[in-house]
């Protein structure tokens, strides 16, 4: 079978590969690009634990396809620390021990960053729907909705402080 | 060596750091997607494996060709039960593993693997698949446990006679075991008794739902040395059992657990790994196998589906005076331990004089069942306190009161057997009438219910190390895997026993060839009996420490103590000589002896019995039967709580898991004996959306097992939540759900009857 070319950009750098057809982003991902954090827990778009953001849009990367992501930006848990600076969300996740196992976390932390992007001020409720497409099996969710509500008050709080200094500025 | 005898002496003692919530050791790894769990671990010139899997209930396997399969291009191995052929010496347990495995002339259920392929890559090993031919003589199957205990039933293993019966019987039966606990006279009790409540109960099987599939990565060589990766929950068993079913040596398989991606019991068991190091073996070189989430339900262990009578009579005052029960635990198509365990912790709750429970272990045409989380202890518990609360109203008591009344305290005669020391049930049980949950209002179709659980925990084989650094930093090794946290916790046993911070101490989980033999973590036995050794092992360092300060300074050991996490010179003539930190004995350790090191093994025994009692407020809409939870309570006792967070993120995980049990998850099986439902979207476990914050309130009453007083915490609280809820369901909707789980069209179809 021959192979799709494709050319795109993953967590800010440009990537080529060539990829079968029918080969999710998933794979590419984790067999072709070595980016383990998305993970399989099901295959079928049912758990979100391959979640990734493609153009700023969270998908399930299992229902993608590789060649679909030709000239895409494409985001994954690796992109998410800054340097050796965890995301406001990595850290709260370790600090409220939102995590047990951990095979659902790299999903939790790419959805709540989609939401966080488009909502910073999130209810309990909006935050529970919106994570409601990711499922974890360890922690019920309570600290989970704690860290993701803790992270965007602080998100908040640092944006205000930021702002006050580039007035000041 | 350190003492192994259990030392309660430390046990409620002051803490410096046991109890506090530092950040775990591998968090940053977890939050960056670092971490590797099972398929996450790639070998140079690894294949793929793909398993066949039977497409019917129960059959006769005629004849399996793989001569086309082995022909196409790519294709490295395959194999059937040729390749792995019995080498048990007769250990029917061992060659049950193995024919679960792999069928042997007859599949045994929807998805029992028949053959096995490795090839360069998946399309490759799926192609490979599809050549294969299988044929098969269908034979009549049965997947319900009542059915399958009938007279004229399929019998699905003809070697089985029903154990605990006397005489044992000449005829083969789906009936593999009979269990029986108890004591008192239950004649006389039911004969003194003012009411007398008798119920029948039917509860679903339901899988642990771990979001990683099972996945390994195997590496055998011509020399007969091995390597195998594997998400587990129990490395050096999985090496024990996959080298005698491969005829390999113990040593000379090297196996590594992965992080896993969740376990609750149901990766305790080997279920496809015998066969990657059979592929591995044939073709040569590393294979990579990992089962689909269709593979997961249909070919690893749920638990079990069953059936359970009740009988409950009680006096006017509100004792009650016997209790008796019948249970039946589907196991699958294997015998196991499911009924006995269940029978086990039928009455564990209460103070009876007359109880007893008979339990049988049934076997069907499903996947072999495994542990979930307190294994077989939730569906008793479901009949039991569903009756409970009947005979309360029955006797106009309030449900809580009744149970205090009854409750099992310090000194009562458990019903399996043993006498207990000091229990949390009656404090659990006074934590949760007190609790303000207890006390807030309801709006309309709501309704509040609770419940009582127990569970046993474990203890068993445990190999702990620590060593010291140069620099004084400590790594502590240990080979229980860490599934939910429990490497901060043995970070902070070992700090609190050394003196030092939190941040110097290190922990690994070792591969099998770095420690001795650990049981798997299972039982509730990771932050119990790891933590147990942990104590002992730093207790060990301690001597060590104390006798190197007595070499550097040239004085008598006996004269050396170690306080706050340095050695002091005692008495008036050494008071010229100032403390020693362990970094400062760390650091001349190459020239007073070498390596500073403490270890232990132990076989911890005395893990202490843990209760949980649990309040639950649902609301049910009466137009579509769907039940919602809208608050949830739950109160247990962990004897001690090391790391008080991952003791609350057990209690929240089994308590979510338990609802999902009670409200929607089940098995459902075609009459062609076929599962309908093997994936995410048909079987559908709990949701962010679908749940409220779950509250939880640790008690402590210490263990007097444990040095500290810990109780296994991981387990008991997934116990009461399908008995809590359904009392709640029936304070909601005035209708008592005898079946979970209490799905929409179930509770529509009791409230329409009701009607
Ligand atoms: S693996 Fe993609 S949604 Fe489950
Ligand atoms: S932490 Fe284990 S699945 Fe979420």
Redesign the pocket.
């Known amino acids: 079978m021959s192979g799709v070319h494709v050319s795109t950009t993953v967590n800010g750098d440009a990537v080529e590969f060539v990829c079968p057809p029918g080969e999710t982003l998933?794979d590419v991902l984790r067999n072709r690009l070595n980016l383990i954090g998305a993970?399989?827990?099901?295959?079928?778009?049912?758990?979100?634990?391959?979640s990734v953001t493609v153009d700023g849009r969270l998908v399930?990367?299992?229902?993608v396809l590789g060649a679909e992501v030709e000239g895409a930006k494409v985001g994954t848990v690796e992109g998410m620390a800054e340097g050796g600076e965890l995301h406001t969300l990595q850290s709260k996740f370790i600090e409220h021990a939102a995590l047990q196992c951990g095979i659902c976390t790299p999903g939790f932390l790419v959805a709540a960053k989609a939401l966080l992007d488009r909502n910073s001020d999130p209810s309990e409720e909006e935050i529970r729907y919106a994570l409601a497409g990711n499922l974890c099996r360890c922690t019920g969710y309570d600290k989970i909705v704690r860290a993701v509500d803790a992270a965007a008050k602080q998100l908040a709080t640092d944006a205000t402080k930021s702002g006050k200094k580039s007035k000041r500025r | 060596m350190a003492e192994t005898a259990p030392d309660t002496s430390f046990t409620n003692q002051d803490f410096k750091i046991i109890g506090t919530r530092p950040p775990r050791p591998d968090g940053v790894d977890k939050v960056t997607g670092r971490a590797k769990y099972g398929a996450d671990a790639f070998a140079a010139g690894q294949l793929t494996a793909l398993i066949l899997r039977s497409p019917h209930a129960h059959a006769k396997i005629l004849s399996i060709d793989t001569k086309r399969a082995e022909k196409l291009k790519g294709v490295k191995a395959v194999v059937t039960c040729e390749d792995l052929p019995d080498l048990t010496g007769g250990n029917r347990g061992m060659l049950d593993i193995l024919e679960n495995c792999m069928a042997r002339g007859r599949a045994l259920y929807d998805g029992h693997a028949v053959a096995a392929v490795a090839a360069i890559d998946a399309e490759t090993a799926k192609k490979a698949l599809k050549l294969i031919k299988v044929k098969y003589e269908v034979l009549p199957h049965v997947t319900d446990v009542d059915e399958a205990m009938k007279k004229k039933a399929p019998i699905i293993q003809p070697h089985i006679r029903t154990t605990g019966v006397d005489p044992k019987p000449k005829k083969a039966s789906n009936v593999a075991a009979r269990s029986q606990f108890g004591h008192g006279d239950i004649e006389a009790g039911f004969a003194a008794a003012d009411v007398i409540v008798e119920e029948s109960y039917k509860t679903e099987q339901t899988h642990q739902g771990y979001i990683e599939p099972h996945a390994c990565l195997a590496s055998v060589g011509p020399d007969g040395q091995g390597e195998l990766w594997v998400t587990t929950q129990g490395h050096f068993v999985f090496r024990n059992t996959c080298a005698a079913l491969l005829g390999m040596e113990v040593a000379k398989l090297k196996v590594t657990s992965s992080e896993i991606g969740g376990g609750f019991g149901g990766k305790t068991h080997v279920w496809m790994e015998p066969v990657a190091l059979a592929l591995s073996r044939k073709a040569n070189r590393p294979v990579k196998l990992t089962m689909s989430r269709e593979e997961v339900f249909r070919a690893s262990g749920p638990t079990s589906s069953t059936s359970i009578d009740i009988k409950i009579g009680a006096t006017r005052d509100g004792r009650i005076c016997a209790a008796s029960a019948e249970l039946r635990y589907q196991g699958g198509a294997f015998p196991g331990i499911w009924g006995m365990l269940g029978a086990m912790t039928t009455w564990a709750c209460y103070d009876l004089e007359n109880c007893q429970s008979v339990a049988f272990d049934v076997l069907v045409n499903r996947p072999k069942s495994a542990a979930y989380r307190a294994p077989s202890a939730p569906m008793a518990a479901f009949a039991v306190e569903s009756t409970i609360d009947l005979v309360a109203a029955k006797l106009g008591m309030d449900p809580v009161d009744f149970r205090i009344l009854n409750a099992a305290k310090e000194g009562t005669r458990a019903s399996y057997g043993p006498t207990y020391g000091p229990i949390g049930i009656g404090p659990t049980l006074e934590a949760v009438k007190n609790h303000p949950h207890m006390k807030a209002p309801l709006g309309p179709n709501q309704g509040r219910g609770m419940a009582c659980g127990f569970w046993f925990n474990f203890g068993g084989q445990t190999c702990t190390d620590i060593n010291v650094g140069v620099d004084g930093t400590v790594s502590l090794t240990v080979g229980t895997m860490d599934v939910g946290g429990s490497r901060a916790s043995l970070s902070l046993i070992a700090a609190e026993e050394l003196g030092i911070p939190y941040e110097r101490v290190k922990c690994n989980v070792a591969d099998t060839a770095s420690l001795g033999h650990n049981d798997m973590t299972e039982g509730s036995r990771g932050t119990f009996s790891s933590g147990m050794a942990t104590i002992f092992a730093a207790r060990d360092v301690v001597k060590v420490l104390r006798n190197r300060a007595a070499a550097m300074w040239e004085i008598d050991v006996d004269d050396v103590a170690w306080e706050d996490g340095q050695a002091v010179a005692k008495g008036i003539a050494h008071s010229n000589l100032s403390p020693l930190s362990l970094a400062d004995i760390a650091r001349k350790s190459p020239t007073t002896g070498g390596p500073i090191a403490g270890h232990n093994e132990t076989v911890a025994d005395g893990a202490g019995v843990s209760f949980a009692s649990h309040i639950c407020d649902v609301e049910v809409d009466p137009e579509t039967g769907a039940t919602k939870v809208i608050r949830y309570t739950v109160v247990q006792d962990a004897g001690k709580a090391i790391h008080p967070d991952y003791v609350e993120g057990q209690f929240q995980g089994a308590a979510a898991q338990g609802i999902g049990w009670a409200l929607n998850e089940e098995y459902i099986y075609g009459e062609d004996g076929r599962l309908q439902n093997p994936g995410f979207l048909d079987y559908r476990i709990p949701v962010c959306s679908d749940l409220p914050f779950i509250d939880t309130e640790i008690l402590e009453i210490p263990n007097p097992g444990h040095p500290y007083g810990v109780r296994g915490v991981g387990e008991t609280s997934i116990v009461p939540p399908l008995a809590a809820i359904g009392n709640a369901v029936s304070n909601a909707a005035g209708v008592r759900l005898n079946h979970v789980p209490m799905s929409p069209p179930r509770i529509l179809k009791a409230i329409n009857a009701a009607k």
Do not use: P
Request: include cysteine; proline fraction near 0%.
């Open positions: 998933l993970k399989e827990g099901c295959g079928t778009g049912d758990c979100g634990a391959c399930c990367s299992c229902l």
